[in-house]
């Protein structure tokens, strides 16, 4: 049994792509799951235009991955039984991670099963909008859950890293922007360049859901290699590498963080910061948000001599990505560089203040 997982910011974009689904997989059933508020949850099923089941319940915690772990999949797990064989396409509800489904799913069925697809439906003209959105996913209208503090751009960076697939949607109720429509794409193949991008639902490619791979992409501090075919397609986004070995100074690494970010989609990758020097910090900045995580000790190895764009660096260094349009690679590295501790800074051991309130490793 084969089961397609579709992500997105808005029902509108998740219909037009669940149609679309559909009609490439005759006989396969689409389960709608909406969540309201007050902890509502709406289940539809249909066959074909047909709906065959509709069903409400009210959860004591009205939370996303409650919703899924409660009532998404025992119904998926009885429709598993009663589909015979037939794909079945699961529109999740707006604002819900394909990960949380997909990891709900490989947990809570009874029944053999596989992901084929994790597919994120968007609107590519409103890509670089959502991204630069600074309210919450709540406050923008995209969830009913009141302490959701994700910003849209959030959502979207972490499905474009965990999904194989993403199906452009563009819901005859919002005129599609031209323009905006083609900045969008390009910015979708620069922050995820492992996704399948499929001109229409016909086209998705069944199979390309690797579980491990798009978890091990979602993990703080990754970045991933560009596109082979990434030159040369008048792509006004670029992103700039930058691997720098020594600790950074945490004053002067401050300063430059604000320029560092100024004008950059995002803004991703790890750090070694002097002031906490055993900790591996991982950096993410999308849109006019940025924040440092501590992600526990490094690794032991030694660090390589090219850019770890692949996964994470294999001992302590400074790896940053960031992806942005008319960015300066040189300017960058000038200010990653100046950031270092100098040889009489090392040499005297001496503590230094952390502005960051980064805590040492466990």
């Known amino acids: 049994m084969h089961l397609i997982v579709v992500s997105s910011l808005d ?30 949850v709406i289940r539809r ?16 915690h009205g939370c996303l991955s409650c919703a899924v772990r409660l009532d998404l999949v025992p119904a998926v797990d009885r429709l598993i039984e009663e589909n015979q064989g037939q794909p079945i396409i699961i529109g999740l509800p707006p604002a819900v991670p394909a990960s949380v489904a997909v990891s709900a799913l490989d947990r809570g069925l009874g029944r053999p099963a596989r992901v084929s697809s994790a597919i994120l439906a968007c609107a590519p003209d409103a890509v670089e909008d959502h991204i630069w959105d600074p309210h919450t996913l709540f406050e923008s209208g995209f969830t009913p859950v009141a302490d959701d503090e994700r910003t849209p751009g959030e959502f979207l960076l972490g499905e474009l890293a965990f999904v194989d697939t993403v199906l452009p949607a563009e819901p005859d109720i919002v005129p599609a922007d ?31 859901h690797q579980y491990a791979e798009a978890v091990a992409r979602t993990a703080p501090g990754t970045i991933q290699e560009p596109r082979p075919d990434g030159k040369g397609t ?48 991982a950096i993410q900045g999308i849109g006019p948000r940025v924040w440092l995580e501590n ?49 009489e800074e090392l040499a005297s051991g001496e503590g230094l203040h952390d502005p960051f309130g980064l805590r040492p490793a466990s």
């Open 45 to 60: 099923v249909y066959s074909g235009s047909i709906m065959v089941e509709r069903d409400e319940t009210m959860l004591e």
């Open 11 to 40: 029902a509108l974009c998740r219909q037009q792509a669940c149609e679309g689904l559909a009609a490439a997989h005759p006989g396969s059933l689409v389960v709608l799951h909406d969540l309201l508020e007050n902890g509502l």
């Open 178 to 208: 031209p323009v905006g429509r083609k900045r969008g794409l390009h910015l979708i193949r620069e922050v995820a360049p492992h996704a399948d991008i499929a001109p229409a639902a016909a086209a998705v490619r069944p199979g390309l």
């Open 234 to 281: 008048g792509s006004p986004f670029t992103t700039v590498f930058q691997h720098v070995e020594r600790p950074l100074h945490p004053g002067r690494f401050r300063q430059a963080l604000g320029i560092l970010a100024q004008g950059c989609c995002v803004l991703r990758g790890q750090l070694w910061v002097a002031s906490a020097p055993e900790c591996r910090i």
């Open 295 to 343: 992600v526990g000790g490094w690794p032991e190895g030694r660090p390589g001599k090219q850019p770890a764009v692949r996964a994470l660096a294999p001992a302590a260094a400074t790896v940053i990505a960031a992806t942005g349009e008319d960015l300066d690679p040189e300017e960058f590295e000038r200010l990653l560089r100046n950031c270092e501790l100098t040889d």
